[in-house]
């Protein structure tokens, strides 16, 4: 009886250390995702050169690119045009807008001014100094995600999993991810505007006009936010002047910041292509993403382009077919979902394309308003689905944009005596590079080389995977440095990977044969394509060691 007795209490404690436990548990992976974050980021450091391989500098600008910059070792990638981020790092490096080398660097300096909010917090924390401010400014994303997840713990507190999930999808979702990962300027604006929404939820209008304001100067769609701000409901004319006032507030940093670029360029005009008819842009990239199966060969990255605009398409519908007039969140949902409507083709143009950035605020609304439990669950799940996409974008190889990448110890990647980094060149009968749904590849118009370049002073060892794909049957082989390390016959429409390894890289310049028997020829069914071609290198990865080489099979 005593026995008894004695269980019945254990057993109660055991299950209340259970039941707190699991109420514990979501605050536990929040810490965890957090760790996974840094820890993700903390791959894209370079010794000596920080945190440049997220600014991704391509060396198509690099004879242009500022004189400070150049005298300051950072990662460049190779056969690649990079992307915007180089551009506003180096107006952080001399935000001078009058300079001409600033303004031969920078790719449409007038237009890239108008956003100068972050060039300027980044050339201040380093305190004037351009090599600082280039660093300062390849951090200033994560440092920015972290104070958002900060300020949305207010919103979504991890006292369960609801809204542990949804806290979790805003931090990872597609476009805040981009962001961090290319150190852009969209996920710095964002936490701006999540800061005037909080005020507006503390009823503190003035301040959040400013907010957005402000939000303005990093992001000129960022001041689209200020329609949550609270309208008057009455009559009364001294509310009604508040409110107009406040809406000045919003407008006039942006305004008077464009009025002086006017005066300095003489051509400051907007983004080409960033708006179109309605749902023009829409349409396209829906029949793009469908396409891509026949044109990139399908696959993973298919279905994550596919889930991926398909949550961006449930948190549309969602925001416009649930109005709710007197809620600042879906106001600035909703906003943002006209806004969706009259984007052109250069915000929804690549993978996964600058939509998702742009279209930030709609998936934080999405998931404020998105009501609790069971029933709601699988639209709150549909609608961020992108989150899968984030995990591929975020732990992406940072170094490459083109065919093909490297891999290995970090100590063989760089020559730390010259700063210098292996890489690769293709010759003239290689066309561009192309990059959809996350793979790369490069046609050719038959035999063609690829040149690689050993930075160090020692012979290095390669292991090559790659992948080559025809448009019909042929053989080819690849010769590194006139020795024939494979041989296969292609299929057309076939995927054929190959695997090699043992292949010696010398100090200085290796050339990689790709040699095939028939020449290329113009693309079936596509006349506006004046190419030749024959077939086509994707998704090359070189990785590095040292030691001696065995012989080639």
Same mark, same amino acid.
């Given at each position: ?54 600014? #991704? ?19 460049? #990638? ?12 180096? *107006? ?24 100068? %909010? ?15 401010? =280039?660093?300062?400014? +390849?951090?200033?994303? *994560? ?32 476009? =805040? ?17 999540? *800061?005037? @929404?909080? =005020?507006?939820? @503390? ?45 000045? !507030? ?43 199966? =026949? %044109? $990139? ?21 969602? /925001? ?7 809620? $600042?969140?879906?106001? !600035? ?59 591929? *974008? ?5 170094? +490459? ?20 980094? /292996? ?26 080389? #690829? ?19 025809? /448009? ?71 990785? !590095? ?9």
């Amino acid at each position: 009886m005593s026995d008894t007795a004695n269980a019945t209490p254990q057993k109660g404690a055991q299950n209340s250390l259970c039941r707190r436990a699991w109420r514990l548990l979501p605050a536990v992976v929040c810490v965890a995702s957090v760790i996974f974050f840094l820890w993700q980021c903390a791959g894209y450091y370079r010794e000596g050169k920080g945190f440049t391989a997220m600014v #991704m500098f391509g060396d198509q600008f690099g004879g242009h690119a500022l004189p400070e910059l150049k005298a300051t070792p950072h990662v460049v #990638m190779v056969n690649s045009a990079g992307y915007d981020g180089q551009f506003y790092a180096q *107006i952080a490096m001399r935000p001078d807008l009058e300079s001409p080398e600033l303004d031969d660097a920078v790719d449409n300096l007038a237009y890239r001014a108008r956003r100068i %909010l972050f060039s300027w917090t980044a050339h201040v924390l380093a305190g004037g100094n351009a090599v600082g401010a =280039l660093h300062v400014y +390849s951090v200033q994303n *994560i440092v920015c995600w972290l104070l958002l997840g900060w300020l949305l713990l207010r919103r979504f507190p991890p006292t369960g999993w609801d809204t542990f999930g949804r806290w979790f999808a805003v931090m990872f979702s597609l476009g =805040l991810v981009v962001s961090v990962r290319s150190a852009l300027i969209d996920g710095p604006a964002f936490m701006v505007i999540v *800061i005037a @929404m909080t =005020l507006v939820e @503390m009823r503190r209008p003035w301040a959040a006009a400013i907010a957005f304001g402000v939000s303005g100067l990093g992001k000129e769609t960022a001041i689209l936010g200020a329609v949550a701000l609270p309208v008057p409901a009455g009559r009364d004319g001294r509310v009604w002047g508040r409110w107009i006032l406040q809406g000045v !507030l919003v407008v006039l940093p942006l305004l008077l910041w464009l009025l002086h670029l006017r005066g300095l360029f003489a051509d400051s005009h907007l983004g080409q292509g960033n708006f179109s008819l309605p749902f023009t842009g829409f349409v396209k990239k829906w029949a793009e993403v469908w396409n891509q199966e =026949l %044109l $990139a060969g399908g696959g993973s990255v298919f279905v994550r382009s596919q889930l991926s605009l398909f949550s961006l398409t449930v948190q549309w519908l969602f /925001i416009v077919l649930r109005p709710q007039f007197h809620s $600042a969140w879906w106001r !600035l949902g909703a906003v943002h979902a006209v806004l969706l409507i009259v984007l052109g083709d250069a915000v929804w143009e690549g993978f996964p394309g600058g939509v998702f950035r742009v279209l930030l605020p709609m998936t934080l609304a999405f998931n404020v308003l998105v009501p609790a439990g069971r029933r709601w669950l699988p639209v709150l799940v549909l609608g961020n689905l992108s989150v899968v996409t984030s995990f591929f *974008i975020l732990g992406a190889p940072p170094v +490459s944009q083109d065919a093909a990448r490297f891999e290995g110890p970090r100590e063989l990647m760089l020559a730390p005596a010259t700063g210098k980094e /292996i890489g690769a060149r293709f010759d003239a009968r290689w066309s561009e590079p192309e990059n959809a749904n996350g793979q790369r590849w490069r046609w050719n118009s038959g035999t063609a080389e #690829m040149v690689v370049r050993n930075p160090h002073d020692f012979p290095l060892v390669a292991q090559a995977s790659l992948s080559l794909q025809t /448009i019909e049957v042929r053989e080819v082989r690849l010769l590194v440095d006139g020795r024939e390390y494979w041989r296969g016959r292609l299929e057309a429409g076939q995927t054929t990977r190959v695997e090699v390894s043992g292949i010696i890289l010398p100090p200085g310049e290796s050339v990689w044969e790709f040699a095939t028997d028939i020449p290329g020829r113009p693309p079936a069914g596509n006349p506006a394509d004046t190419r030749l071609l024959a077939f086509n290198l994707r998704d090359c990865v070189i990785t !590095l060691s040292r030691g001696q080489a065995p012989p080639p099979q």
